[in-house]
């Protein structure tokens, strides 16, 4: 037998092996009685890296109610969820002199439809510390009463503020709400209006 007619048969035998594996790998998928599960579970630690300064809102939302309208004037109230800065930074990270600040700010109320909507400036919010969680702490200030009227919240506007390393310090979390009022013309269009106040921290 010449060297092409080994080197033939040796391909043919190895093409034949293959097709038998292939087989037996099918006849193994056909022939499979049970199946099992196993559960994996892994224990993931806190990060220990250095900390942060972060703000949290206690909600996404909130909703107004017709209080004390008149005449001219339909007003409703509600309030501002919880607004929370957490510093977490070691003191020695902490920029010397700095104030950390939250603002905010809304955007028009335009309803349902889309058909109708109220300026802003309607919008205004009366900011106040939460008892415990930065009231009474001389380095912690909450920003000036917004009136429901020119430029009301359609301006950035000051909720609250605090020295940065005095409020690391004494704690490194201070909370602050608001109240909202909406002052509108009695005679705005009824419907269902939407706002949005975003709120961002600074330092």
Do not use: C
């Amino acid at each position: 037998m010449n060297k092409n007619s080994l080197m033939l048969r040796g391909s043919m035998i190895a093409f034949g092996a293959a097709l038998l594996a292939s087989a037996g790998s099918a006849a193994m998928a056909d022939d499979e009685k049970d199946t099992q599960s196993v559960d994996v579970g892994v224990e993931i630690e806190p990060l220990t890296g250095p900390g942060s300064l972060a703000m949290t809102v206690e909600s996404d939302s909130t909703a107004l109610t017709e209080g004390e309208s008149t005449d001219l004037e339909r007003v409703f109230t509600g309030t501002l969820p919880k607004v929370t800065v957490t510093d977490t930074r070691a003191p020695e990270d902490i920029p010397a002199g700095a104030f950390w600040y939250v603002m905010g700010t809304a955007s028009d109320f335009h309803d349902a439809q889309g058909e109708n909507s109220i300026e802003a400036s309607h919008l205004g919010w009366s900011p106040q510390l939460v008892e415990g969680e930065g009231e009474g702490e001389p380095f912690v200030e909450v920003g000036g009463d917004v009136a429901p009227s020119a430029p009301g919240l359609a301006d950035q506007e000051l909720l609250y503020l605090a020295e940065s390393a005095e409020a690391n310090a004494g704690g490194g979390r201070f909370s602050a709400v608001a109240d909202l009022k909406l002052a509108v013309p009695a005679d705005v269009a009824a419907g269902s209006y939407s706002s949005t106040i975003t709120l961002s921290l600074f330092e």
